[in-house]
């Protein structure tokens, strides 16, 4: 009975998916703004529709046996993927990620962040673009990792890619992987670690005036031990990054390092990191910066405020960070004066999608999630759109349908 249930919901949500690219944009209501309509004032960060349409790929399109139910079969609905992060470039909107099941690397751009077109970004199998950056000049760098090696790519409107090599420590084989780049005035500069995938890390940066050409930060066996970079931003003159510390499986702490050259980083093990992890940090709009992230069991969202990112303070979220089960925050964006973190909490299989807005970093008030948000996950936030968007999937547990949503609604 269970397998048949399964299967209903399975292609119901096929359906549901197909739908999605001509519908019309659902929007959620905010927790000031009462039942949505004409007159229902639309709150930055509270509400979200999803984008009007939404290329996906052409994969999984087998149709499901007629003898399902006795050979077993895995029913995969069709045009999954992953969008891993986004980022706003004068070519418009673009989103990196990857598609299953060969793992190719997938990018979409958008005028406007209502309607989006899928680009291939190559073809090499196990390519996986996490993070996207779009510099000065207009030169948009997705980086990753294709098979055990780190990579970037690069392109100048979003829809034609290059693969560039990225050099490694070393030549005993350890993985390595790109996690995280943030633009600067003279480049990028990229993290991540070396490491086996499901074993202990050891943090890395690497530097590239172009995006294209790339050199490795000199190692330092102490302040890159047992870590990897998750986010990177500037604050001033300085570069501040974030991360998590213990092995791939267990994350026992957040760290931080700071650098004034992108060169030699000074590492912070600060105590309100004990426990937690950060995957975002932001420059504010008040001059500090401000990371997120959760609790390793992810039982209550985190946020940080910190002066110049070697002091660092831990926020009392009270009811708003935590939920019955499992909740966490997995970016964080400034729009104009506005906050707007983004994440997911997950009271039993199924999650649903959630945010939170604040203006001083101190005060953060979470909004209350609509249909358009359940059983989805926010992963990566930008500028754009009518204030901001949001890239992510739909259909978890199961599946992986790529999915915009944009704030406020319209």
């Not at 549901?16 to 039942?35: F, H, I, K, Y």
């Not at 004409?38 to 509400?47: A, E, I, T, Y």
């Not at 029913?75 to 990620?97: E, F, K, N, W, Y």
């Not at 400034?334 to 973190?341: H, K, P, S």
Request: aromatic share 8%; glycine share 10%; charged share 20%.
């Amino acid at each position: 009975m269970r397998r048949v249930t399964w299967v209903v919901a399975a292609i119901a949500l096929a359906v549901l998916g197909a739908c999605q690219r001509t519908a019309t944009p659902e929007r959620s209501a905010s927790p000031d703004a009462g039942s949505p309509g004409p007159s229902s004032p639309l709150v930055l960060g509270l509400d979200w529709g999803r984008a009007a349409s939404l290329d996906r790929p052409e994969n999984y399109m087998e149709s499901v046996p007629p003898d399902y139910l006795s050979n077993h079969p895995i029913l995969r609905i069709a045009g999954q993927a992953t969008m891993a992060d986004v980022t706003a470039s004068p070519a418009g909107l673009v989103t990196v990620g990857y598609a299953p099941p060969d793992w190719l690397p997938i990018a979409w751009t958008s005028p406007d962040g209502q309607s989006w077109a899928i680009e291939s970004m190559g073809s090499t199998p196990g390519s996986f673009p996490v993070a996207v950056a779009a510099g000065s000049d207009g030169t948009v760098v997705a980086v990753g990792r294709s098979g055990e090696k780190p990579i970037a790519w690069t392109s100048d409107d979003g829809a034609s890619w290059a693969a560039h090599s990225v050099p490694v420590l070393g030549t005993d084989g350890t993985a390595e992987r790109m996690t995280s780049i943030v633009a600067t005035a003279d480049g990028f500069i990229a993290g991540g670690s070396r490491g086996p995938e499901l074993s202990d890390r050891h943090a890395r940066f690497w530097r590239s005036g172009d995006g294209r050409s790339w050199t490795s930060v000199p190692d330092d066996p102490e302040a890159f031990a047992d870590a990897e970079v998750r986010a990177i931003a500037v604050l001033g003159e300085q570069f501040v990054a974030v991360g998590v510390a213990g092995s791939a499986q267990k994350h026992t702490a957040a760290v931080a390092w700071t650098s004034s050259d992108g060169e030699t980083w000074a590492r912070i093990d600060d105590p309100s990191f004990v426990g937690a992890e950060a995957v975002s940090v932001v420059s504010a709009p008040f001059g500090d910066l401000v990371a997120v992230g959760s609790t390793v069991d992810r039982q209550e969202a985190v946020v940080w405020r910190s002066p110049d990112g070697r002091t660092w303070n831990r926020v009392e979220g009270g009811r708003d960070f935590r939920e019955p089960g499992f909740v966490w925050m997995t970016d964080v964006v400034a729009v104009d004066d506005v906050l707007i973190a983004i994440g997911d909490y997950q009271p039993n299989q199924r999650g649903t999608a959630v945010s939170w807005v604040s203006r001083d970093g101190e005060a953060w008030t979470r909004g209350t999630p609509a249909p358009v948000q359940e059983q989805a996950e926010f992963a990566a936030i930008a500028r754009g759109g009518p204030g901001a968007v949001v890239v992510g999937v739909f259909g978890l547990p199961d599946s992986f349908v790529p999915t915009v949503w944009l704030t406020p609604a319209r």
